[in-house]
């Protein structure tokens, strides 16, 4: 795979296997992708085809069984468990279905523990919690907790603690599942301006063909391989979502799993 300036991500040559020698299971199948920076990428599937797998390797979570990831130059399949941990602190975001806050602390305090542990400066963290707070419409409830506000509010206060790093790439995992339709097209929307305003490069895991509409291109999976994808360019939304529906028609009775 060619590499370009704008190349954040390179996967490359990437297979999973689970199990023992009499019972090999190949979650991953020789996937190879480029992820562009300020990109806001979709990964699709069915139970099973790999898709969360995929995401957990890219997240540093897992370990590759073969093949490489690439974050620029950094080789991640190569670094240790130690300088992992590392790089997973100063270069990803997380986004996942259940929000992970702390009921203990508020809103603005789950936003910038991590940064506080790490012994930040005060100021700079309060300006960049303060930025983010404003961008995704959350700062009247900065002093809540977790308990006291919405579930889509939950998610942007989950989206705002990903993102205060500046990381190199936002990873989210069925991020809408928990949430009703209203704060669902909310937190897409909050993706969509993040994207387009931070240049926030995000790679989405997801069922729901709704929530990919939102990105600008989609890889499909199947039994572990990439079996298409889809570019959405200046398509509006509701024919990139139409065409979505038609891949997915494609996969053999996958329809009432992703709609």
Request: some cysteine.
């Given at each position: 795979m060619a590499q370009t300036a704008n190349n954040?991500?390179?996967?490359?040559?990437?297979?999973?296997?689970?199990?023992?020698?009499?019972?090999?299971?190949?979650?991953?199948?020789?996937?190879?992708?480029h992820v562009d920076k300020g990109e806001f990428i979709g990964v699709m599937g069915a139970s099973g085809s790999g898709k969360t797998t995929?995401?957990?390797?890219?997240?540093?979570?897992?370990?590759?069984?073969?093949?490489?990831?690439?974050?620029?130059?950094?080789?991640?399949?190569e670094l240790s468990e130690n300088a992992l941990s590392e790089f997973r602190r100063k270069n990803l975001g997380f986004v996942f279905q259940d929000y992970n806050l702390l009921d203990t602390l508020t809103i603005e305090e789950n936003i910038i523990l991590a940064q506080t542990l790490q012994g930040?400066?005060?100021?700079?963290?309060?300006?960049?919690?303060?930025?983010?707070?404003?961008?995704?419409?959350?700062?009247d409830i900065r002093d809540k907790f977790p308990y006291q506000v919405s579930g889509g509010q939950k998610q942007r206060c989950a989206c705002a603690r990903a993102l205060v790093s500046h990381p190199k790439l936002l990873l989210a995992d069925e991020p809408t599942g928990a949430l009703d339709s209203r704060a669902a097209q909310t937190l897409l929307e909050t993706f969509t301006r993040l994207n387009r305003e931070l240049a926030a490069t995000i790679l989405m895991v997801t069922h729901d063909a709704f929530s990919a509409s939102y990105c600008?291109?989609?890889?499909?999976?199947?039994?572990?391989?990439?079996?298409?994808?889809?570019i959405r360019g200046e398509k509006k939304r509701n024919l990139f979502l139409q065409e979505i529906l038609d891949v997915l028609s494609l996969t053999g009775g996958e329809m009432s799993d992703v709609c």
């Open positions: 954040y991500i390179r996967v490359c040559n990437v297979e999973k296997y689970y199990g023992n020698e009499s019972n090999v299971t190949k979650a991953v199948d020789d996937v190879s992708f995929l995401l957990n390797m890219m997240a540093t979570i897992d370990r590759v069984t073969a093949g490489h990831i690439y974050y620029e130059n950094t080789d991640i399949t930040q400066k005060k100021k700079d963290i309060n300006e960049r919690c303060g930025s983010i707070l404003r961008l995704l419409g959350i700062e600008k291109r989609i890889l499909f999976l199947k039994d572990g391989k990439i079996f298409h994808e889809l």
